[in-house]
């Protein structure tokens, strides 16, 4: 079982809001800042968010994310076509000594 | 800009070695930490190690599942940084990924490199 858990699959229509969350320990997101990847089939994971609910320059602000203790969730407003990805948790585990990736969640926009 | 790019990945069969290289540019790789993440067919994010800089020099870091086989190496000459893998198996099979760490992220990613362990 992974250290950090994501549902597999979520799904919305355009204009929609989803949330997407990601549920961990007090070794890795109880303690240490979360990080939000978006990964399109065939290419690369992409930083969405870093340090809990830092954005990247470029990435659009309806795209926010907040961390309460063990837990943390992305929000994606106003959804659009070209959200349809999966969408990766991560944070640094201090018991493992290594980063710990959530199982991905698949978004689907209907 | 930072650039991150792979190379190296191929078949080999269980049992064997390879070893996948990632050559950087764009950022201060005398400063850099950096990591290999692997992604098996149709599957998640895997960490699989890491180097990191202290005032010791380097130190690394590995996943359970690689520890013991595989080794990463650091190139500052060259800015490079490879990953030796041993004693292969076939769960060994992914797109393995170089990334540069920063903001507590795996912040940069290569295109990756994909090995397949198979007989």
């Known amino acids: 079982q992974s250290a950090v858990t994501q549902s597999p699959s979520t799904s919305g229509t355009p204009g929609q809001r989803v949330t997407i969350s990601c549920s961990g320990s007090?070794?890795?997101?109880?303690?240490?800042?979360v990080t939000w990847y978006q990964q399109f089939p065939g290419t690369a994971p992409k930083v969405l968010v870093y340090?809990?609910?830092q954005r990247p320059s470029g990435v659009p602000a309806r795209f926010s994310a907040s961390k309460s203790g063990t837990s943390a969730s992305l929000d994606i407003s106003g959804l659009q076509s070209e959200d349809e990805a999966d969408y990766y948790c991560?944070?640094?585990?201090?018991?493992?000594?290594?980063?710990?990736f959530g199982g991905g969640t698949k978004l689907t926009v209907l | 800009e930072v650039q991150l790019v792979e190379s190296g990945g191929g078949s080999v069969k269980p049992g064997g070695s390879l070893r996948v290289s990632c050559a950087a540019s764009g950022l201060n790789f005398n400063t850099a930490w950096m990591s290999w993440v692997r992604q098996a067919p149709g599957k998640g994010l895997e960490w699989v190690g890491r180097f990191r800089r202290d005032p010791d020099g380097v130190s690394r870091d590995y996943a359970a599942p690689v520890k013991g086989r595989f080794t990463i190496l650091v190139e500052d000459s060259r800015n490079m940084m490879h990953l030796q893998m041993n004693s292969l198996k076939s769960d060994d099979t992914a797109v393995y990924y170089c990334?540069?760490?920063?903001?507590?992220?795996?912040?940069?990613w290569g295109q990756g490199t994909l090995v397949t362990v198979s007989s």
């Open positions: 991560a944070a640094w585990d201090d018991s493992l000594t290594g980063w710990v």
């Open positions: 340090r809990d609910n």
């Open positions: 007090t070794s890795n997101i109880g303690r240490n800042p």
């Open positions: 990334t540069s760490d920063l903001e507590w992220a795996n912040f940069y």
